[in-house]
């Protein structure tokens, strides 16, 4: 059964950089995209963007209103992938979601979420 | 900007049958945007019900269906139970790599 969870710091100051990981564990990382998605509290979810590993190498489509901020990165030899979303304000507050997806198949696993909170 | 639109809440009685939707505000949706449905609970994780349009995603009960309702996406949910109860987002593709949610739908049970 492939299972994700999300890590990093629950809390960033405005204007820093916002990191956080998946590790990815009970099944390949090949063929597959790795996705970020975020809820801020009380609201929808918003798609952050992916990453698309074909087990050579990983091309990256992100959502316009963020991709001048955002960078998602993989690690292969941790089975990990990452998110950074830069120069971040209270609006980027968020539980943040990774998630799986497969050709014809959006998201078929998600992680359980982390709160991040970005206040001084 | 084109926006996915859903109905912002609905309810349903236990036992009976609710049919939430999923649009454009400019054009019609199809089957070429491969929309896909997800279940919230309160205070959980979302997890995939319905994608590519009809195809159940593996243990989601055949209570929930997805189709095509005139220009918008559709999903059914017959002999609704209280642990129904829950936010429902579609996404659609929007090409180019792109997906986008909609706004989701809050379904009472009562």
């Known amino acids: 059964q492939v299972q994700l969870q999300e890590s990093g710091p629950g809390l960033v100051k405005p204007s820093e950089t916002l990191s956080l990981t998946c590790t990815v564990s009970?099944?390949?990382?090949?063929?597959?995209?790795w996705i970020w998605i975020r809820q801020p509290p009380g609201k929808g979810l918003e798609w952050i963007g992916y990453?698309?590993?074909?087990?050579?190498?990983?091309?990256?489509n992100y959502n316009p209103s963020l991709k001048t901020r955002v960078t998602i990165s993989m690690d292969t030899s941790k089975n990990q992938f990452s998110l950074q979303l830069v120069s971040v304000t209270a609006a980027d507050t968020a539980v943040y979601y990774c998630?799986?997806?497969?050709?014809?198949?959006?998201?078929?696993?998600w992680g359980q979420g982390t709160l991040v909170t970005v206040s001084s | 900007q084109t926006v996915v639109t859903q109905e912002p809440s609905f309810s349903v009685s236990p036992g009976g049958t609710v049919t939430l939707t999923c649009g454009l505000s400019?054009?019609?949706?199809?089957?070429?945007?491969?929309p896909s449905w997800y279940q919230q609970p309160p205070g959980q994780a979302p997890r995939t019900l319905i994608y590519?349009?009809?195809t159940r995603s593996s243990g989601v009960p055949d209570r929930f269906s997805g189709s095509i309702l005139g220009n918008k996406a559709a999903l059914t949910i017959t002999g609704a139970q209280a642990d129904d109860e829950s936010d429902y987002y579609c996404?659609?593709?929007?090409?180019?790599?792109?997906?986008?949610f909609g706004g989701g739908t809050k379904l009472t049970v009562l």
């Open positions: 590519t349009t009809n």
């Open positions: 998630a799986r997806g497969r050709p014809g198949v959006p998201i078929d696993y």
């Open positions: 990453l698309y590993y074909s087990g050579s190498s990983g091309s990256t």
């Open positions: 996404v659609l593709y929007m090409g180019s790599g792109l997906w986008v």
């Open positions: 009970g099944g390949s990382i090949s063929n597959y995209y």
């Open positions: 400019s054009g019609s949706v199809s089957t070429n945007y491969y």
